[in-house]
């Protein structure tokens, strides 16, 4: 099946300071990811959607210059966590969408574990 | 009124039992319903997906679909410690999914 990585799995950072996740499609390519965000017993929450070559579109309520997502190639996408504060400590998980018939299959990446100070 | 609802649980059971999990959702557009498996700390992973109304098996997991109630549920049969996870619903909309808050289950050999 289809494969997902993501780097780092797990980052602590000091208060301030900003973070790179990097998202990789291992062994297909995918013109669209997408970033999701997850609270502790919580459910996915969708951040925003990320298109090789273009501006990514930011769910509401969700910082464009906080949350810096570059879609570089079509096996790469980055998220930025810029000048992170406790509060942005979370579970980030990547997804990478491979068409498959009209149904528009994604897959997951492991997530990054980010805990800020 | 969430777009979609799901009982978090936590659902304890015995090994060998079948599990039945459910969600209803809002939004009579959906129409690709999702579940996927989450085992602490990790992504998710894809078990089944079904499109419009019906079931679908796959193995011991069954999934359902009523789109005239709103309401999709999975079954798992003879259920495995293994199986302990978190479960989570999921809904196409316009190529975002729609997931559900999830429900814990552990199944106790």
């Known amino acids: 099946g289809a494969v997902v990585s993501q780097h780092p799995s797990w980052v602590i950072c000091k208060s301030g300071t900003s973070v790179k996740i990097e998202c990789r499609s291992l062994?297909?390519?995918?013109?669209?990811m997408f970033w999701y965000r997850q609270f502790p017993k919580q459910s996915l929450m969708l951040m925003a959607t990320?298109?090789?070559?273009?501006?990514?579109?930011?769910e509401q309520g969700v910082e464009k210059d906080k949350f810096l997502i570059n879609h570089a190639s079509l096996t790469l996408s980055t998220l930025t966590v810029t000048s992170a504060h406790p509060e942005d400590s979370s579970f980030y998980i990547c997804?990478?969408?491979?068409?498959?018939?009209?149904?528009?299959?994604?897959?997951f990446g492991p997530g990054t574990r980010l805990t800020v100070l | 009124q969430k777009e979609v609802e799901q009982d978090p649980g936590p659902l304890s059971v015995p090994e060998g039992a079948i599990v039945s999990l459910n969600c209803t959702y809002s939004?009579?557009?959906?129409?690709?319903f999702m579940w996927y498996r989450q085992y602490s700390r990790k992504g998710p992973e894809l078990l089944m997906y079904?499109?419009?109304?019906g079931n679908k098996e796959d193995g011991r997991f069954t999934a359902q679909v009523d789109k005239s109630s709103k309401y999709i549920s999975l079954f798992i049969r003879d259920s495995q410690p293994s199986d302990s996870a978190t479960y989570l619903c999921?809904?196409?909309?316009?190529?975002?999914?729609?997931f559900g808050s999830g429900t814990r289950l552990l199944v106790r050999p």
């Open positions: 062994d297909f390519q995918a013109t669209t």
């Open positions: 939004n009579s557009a959906f129409q690709y």
């Open positions: 999921a809904m196409d909309s316009s190529y975002k999914l729609i």
């Open positions: 990320s298109n090789e070559g273009s501006k990514a579109t930011y």
């Open positions: 997804s990478a969408c491979l068409a498959v018939s009209s149904y528009n299959e994604q897959f």
């Open positions: 079904t499109y419009s109304s």
